[in-house]
């Protein structure tokens, strides 16, 4: 049974990149035809479309972000990250990870704040 | 960018209950819709894809319908566990985008 893990620091200063890494378990990065998406919540708020990999390494974005994302895939570690620079108070949001509709990391908070 | 709009935002209703809750695309997207399950603190739970197929290990409770811009989720028998917070998910095209949630409440 595939599981995803996000992990990555919980607090990055404004205007710096945030970098987090989903952990694959349980079955093969590489294995399939699957996309592999970024997502987050800001707080008592809605879900936002962050981008997504797919198994060759083809990524899509939302455009709202584009200029400030960039999704990697690394099959000798199993595992797939999410770089957004140049952040803001605005991005502060719980950051999940997921296999196309599933299945999700359980989630990661980031806070952006001096 | 494709919105989608869902209908209530929030939902009162009893143990036992039927709902159905409405999710309105602002252009057609055949049938390529998801329906998302989220309880306070936890990740999003997939209901629902391609409109009406059961994500596996879903119970039939669930059922999905819809295509080209107005979709439903229906929820017979509401249980307390199914309390929660609703999403779809448009996936026709990019950037995919989300409803803004139905608070499904006792």
């Known amino acids: 049974q595939v599981q995803l893990q996000e992990s990555g620091p919980g607090l990055v200063k404004p205007s710096q990149t945030l970098s987090l890494t989903c952990i694959v378990s349980g079955g093969s990065i590489s294995s399939g035809s699957y996309y592999w998406s970024w997502i987050r919540q800001p707080a008592g708020k809605g879900l936002e479309w962050i981008g997504r990999i797919y198994t060759t390494g083809s990524t899509n974005y939302n455009p709202s972000l584009k200029s400030r994302v960039t999704i990697s895939i690394d099959t000798s570690k199993n595992q797939f990250s999410l770089k957004l620079s140049s952040v803001t108070a605005a991005d502060t949001a719980v950051y999940y990870c997921?296999?196309?509709?599933?299945?999700w990391g359980q989630g990661t908070l980031v806070t952006v704040s001096s | 960018d494709i919105q989608m709009t869902q209908s209530p935002s929030s939902l009162s209703a009893s143990v036992g209950d039927r709902v159905t809750i409405t999710c309105r695309a602002s252009q057609a997207i055949s049938n390529h819709l998801a329906w998302f399950q989220q309880k306070p603190g936890k990740a999003p739970k997939s209901l629902i894809y391609a409109a009406s197929s059961l994500q596996s290990g879903v119970p039939s409770k669930f059922s999905g319908s819809g295509s080209g811009t107005d979709f439903t989720l229906t929820i017979s028998s509401l249980q307390p566990e199914d309390f929660a917070t609703y999403y779809c998910q448009q996936y026709y095209s990019y950037p995919i985008t989300f409803g803004q949630g139905t608070r499904l409440e006792i």
């Open positions: 997921a296999r196309d509709w599933e299945p």
